[in-house]
């Protein structure tokens, strides 16, 4: 079993390799449970044109393929980065048990990659945010929202 040390250098190791080889930017990340890695995720935003494919997202993909689930409960990530804010909704939503996190945002946003704006936006009422929002009031998407209410055989998440 490796320690929470021996996992974060894989993920930084990860995060120089992939990047030395092209894929994107500094960004490595490994999924873990009861001390075994069962993925691992770099960066791909450059080389796959995927804006999303950030480490931790990446990392995450290929462990639900892998344990052939939605949920990685009783896993942990450790990550060459503070994960993003849409990072960090993808681990809730994953619901992983743990974050380990090497450099911080402000390491990250001193390379070029500052965050702070998301966090700032995500935090603002819907009318205040710079990219506008509409509300498209339509019938038939509440009747698609009642039926899955109603849906006998639905798999919660």
Known sequence: MCDAKGHMRHAV???????DEG???????????????IAEGWNNVTSNN???AHAEVSAIRAACEKLGT???????????????PMCLSAI???RLDKIYYANGRDDAAAIGFDDQFLYDEVAKPIDDRSLPIVHVDLPEAREVFAAWDA????IAY
């Open 13 to 19: 190791d990860l995060s120089r390799q992939k990047m």
């Open 50 to 52: 995927d804006p999303t």
């Open 70 to 84: 939605f949920n990685l409960s009783g896993c942990e990530i450790y990550t060459s980065c503070e994960p993003c």
């Open 92 to 94: 809730y939503w994953a």
């Open 151 to 154: 849906k006998s055989d639905k």
């Open 23 to 37: 894929c994107g930017g500094p960004f490595g990340a490994i999924i873990v449970r009861n001390g075994e890695v």
